[in-house]
């Protein structure tokens, strides 16, 4: 039963009262086991072993990806490698991975919050899942994969990609459960249509969706075209990976897991809190997680807590559909890529960084991706070499960062300017 109205519908008073324990419990064995934290607390002037208020939460020292990065692979995990049992990935910065691990109970702990975002979306162990996120070193497939198993449900590890094989995975299979990005989704509506699917004929009932921003009216059009409740998801790699955060059926916000993660929301220029119920960075530390535990980790999502009662009786706090980043990471198809990978890539495969831009649009549903590279001369004898640096650049692009892109030499006046200067990322799509 992964509903668990124990914790899900706890009076604040005893939930904050678990939260605090887990925090004084977690920061204590943070101090022992993570140099990086123990130098950070003293330098502070924190004593885990005293830490006796959730409002202090703001003085703990905030967490980047550059600091995860910065200690990759295991610097910043908080138990012997021995202990841990799997390990995922995501881009750090400056050209470096970030490496996430779980123990044993991080993976039980994960699957049964992943577990408990499908129930709350009204998944039912009689559903079949067609999981068509990533697997591999993605915390997306296996995240909600290993929920589904744990909740019972009958699960296919369909991956991403592919759209005539996920139709016929959905019909052979009598697939109630679409689990994907939701643009994949309206894509996978347009083909059923074009294939003259009868999608009444279907098993499918719901859908949960995540990785990527999207909207009412894309959930509108999801729900309307594939005949689907369609339910929000959000969880990011360097945290857990799925399973932070899911709506339940009232669809009016995502209720985070608040038992294993405590999240505040700052300003991300002063980095102080905002006021309750203003938009912000999301800063999230974990309560619960053994290998890689993380303090006020800054998730570089914007968003807002509603604080709200909500009619299904949960009483965690609940987050609005992310609003955007604040920091220059773009999600395509699904894949974080950060405008410095295609820089590097771009100067790793020319002599130097030429001038780019990154151009993205949508192409019917799906993300295009195209970086404009500026030709120094455009001069016939020079096309073969240019039509081979365009295709090594490409294969790059594609094998390091996990997205197809298109790549054209263009004249600079030809790229997005403002202020004299090339406009780095001109993002068309609409969601
Ligand atoms: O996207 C984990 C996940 C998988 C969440 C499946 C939900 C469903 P990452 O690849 O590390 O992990 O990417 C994390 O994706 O910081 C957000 O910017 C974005 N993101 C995740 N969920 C949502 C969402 C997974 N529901 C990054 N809406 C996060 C908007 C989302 N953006």
Same mark, same amino acid.
């Given at each position: 039963m992964y509903f668990d109205p124990k914790y899900e519908c706890m009076n604040r008073e005893d939930l904050d009262q678990l939260k605090l324990e887990r925090l004084q419990a977690a920061l204590t064995r943070i101090s022992k086991n993570v140099p990086f934290y123990r130098k950070k607390f003293e330098e502070l002037g924190i004593d885990p072993y005293d830490f006796d208020s959730l409002n202090d939460v703001s003085r703990l020292p905030l967490t980047t990806k550059s600091d995860l990065a910065g200690h990759a692979p295991y610097g910043l995990f908080a138990v012997p490698l021995r202990e841990v049992v799997r390990l995922h990935g995501t881009y750090g910065l400056k050209g470096k991975s970030v490496v996430v691990g779980y123990t044993i109970n991080d993976i039980h702990r994960w699957s049964g919050l992943a577990a408990r975002v499908l129930m709350a979306a009204g998944v039912t162990k009689d559903d079949v899942i067609q999981v068509a996120f990533n697997y591999g070193l993605s915390t997306s497939g296996f995240g909600i994969h290993y929920g589904a198993e744990e909740m019972g449900a009958a699960v296919v590890p369909a991956s991403s990609g592919n759209v005539n094989r996920q139709i016929s995975i959905i019909q052979d299979y009598n697939v109630t459960t679409l689990v994907c990005i939701p643009s994949y989704a309206l894509y996978l509506a347009d083909r059923l249509e074009e294939l003259g699917i009868?999608?009444? &004929?279907? &098993?499918l009932r719901t859908g949960l969706f995540g990785e990527e921003a999207w909207s009412e009216k894309t959930r509108a059009e999801i729900q309307d075209r594939l005949k689907i409740t369609a339910v929000d998801s959000y969880g990011l790699s360097e945290v857990m990976g799925p399973g932070i955060a899911g709506e339940c059926l009232e669809r009016n916000g995502m209720h985070i897991n608040e038992d294993h993660f405590l999240a505040e929301v700052i300003d991300p220029r002063t980095l102080e809190p905002v006021l309750p119920g203003q938009t912000g960075e999301l800063v999230i530390t974990t309560l619960t997680k053994e290998a890689l535990p993380l303090v006020?980790?800054?998730?570089g999502d914007l968003t807002r807590l509603i604080h709200d009662p909500c009619p299904c009786g949960r009483t965690f706090v609940r987050m609005q559909r992310i609003q955007g980043r604040c920091d220059d990471m773009l999600i395509i198809q699904g894949i974080n890529v950060f405008p410095e990978q295609v820089s590097l890539i771009l100067s790793e495969t020319g002599d130097r960084i030429p001038n780019y831009q990154i151009v993205l649009e949508r192409e019917g549903r799906l993300d295009k991706a195209t970086v404009l590279v500026e030709a120094d001369v455009l001069v016939p004898d020079k096309i073969k070499e240019q039509q081979r640096f365009i295709e090594r650049v490409k294969q790059r692009l594609a094998m390091d960062l996990g997205v197809f892109f298109e790549v054209r030499l263009v004249e600079l006046k030809s790229m997005q300017f403002e202020d004299d200067r090339i406009v780095p990322v001109v993002d068309k799509r609409k969601f």
């Open positions: 009868n999608i009444n &004929a279907l &098993a006020r980790f800054r998730t």
